[in-house]
């Protein structure tokens, strides 16, 4: 147990529709890493937020947002779901006090499921 | 972010050592190896980590070389419940860094019985 908490760990919807993953870091942890893992683009970056504010920004579609709130957890938004956004959806925490120990603390996922 | 290379699968016997190499030629001197593993869709999942210097710890070993433009993850005596896709990352410290991970696609390996 990673002490990271994903929900919900399935959803299946449909396309145009509009969800929202939420993550529960560690408890301690100020950043939180959202990644995207689907069949043929492997673990994909997405945004990281430290302490409420975005800290870093990959390959994350305009299509989906996301906010880390004051007590920490955050939320991943997804709108106007196509096929392609079926995925698992991980997020992961770290406390970057840890100097140097890079660390990120994986939860088990959301699955999302696009039909 | 240096990039790593890794082969795309291994297979291991059961209880031998599996020897995992990844090739991180364009590293820098900041920049650190990590390896993680993901077992079937499950979170991935810390291993070790290494600047220059080799490090064990209760999972593994990382070996890198001299010049830092390769490392080997050891797991001494593998069990079936090692059958994962192992990563090799290369990124600089948590300093003054997001930290954030960038994945490759990583080395399959496969524990026989």
């Known amino acids: 147990d990673s002490g990271v908490t994903q929900t919900p760990k399935h959803l299946i919807t449909a396309t145009g529709q509009r969800v929202t993953l939420r993550c529960s870091p560690r408890?301690?942890?100020?950043?939180v890493y959202w990644y995207q893992q689907s069949l043929d683009q492997g673990l994909q970056f997405l945004i990281q937020?430290?302490?409420?504010?975005?800290?870093a920004k990959g390959n994350i579609l305009e299509r989906f947002s996301a906010q880390q709130f004051p007590d920490l957890h955050s939320e991943l938004n997804l709108s106007s779901l196509e096929l392609g956004d079926s995925a698992l959806y991980f997020c992961?925490?770290?406390?970057?006090?840890?100097?140097?120990?890079?660390?990120?603390?994986f939860g088990e996922g959301s699955r999302l499921t696009v039909l | 972010d240096a990039k790593t290379t890794q082969p795309p699968s291994m297979d291991c016997a059961e209880g031998r050592a599996a020897n995992l190499p990844c090739n991180h030629s364009?590293?820098?001197?900041?920049?650190?190896v990590y390896w993680y593993r993901q077992i079937h869709s499950q979170g991935p999942q810390y291993i070790i980590h290494?600047?220059?210097n080799n490090e064990t710890n209760e999972m593994a070993s990382l070996i890198i070389t001299e010049d830092r433009k390769s490392s080997t993850l050891i797991l001494p005596h593998a069990t079936l419940r090692d059958t994962a896709v192992y990563y090799c990352?290369?990124?600089?410290?948590?300093?003054?860094?997001?930290?954030?991970?960038?994945f490759g696609q990583g080395t399959t390996l496969q524990v026989k019985p």
């Open positions: 408890s301690g942890d100020l950043s």
């Open positions: 937020y430290y302490n409420g504010e975005e800290r």
């Open positions: 992961a925490s770290t406390n970057t006090g840890r100097a140097n120990t890079g660390e990120l603390f």
């Open positions: 290494g600047l220059k």
């Open positions: 364009t590293i820098s001197g900041n920049e650190y």
């Open positions: 990352i290369v990124r600089p410290s948590l300093a003054g860094n997001t930290g954030k991970l960038i």
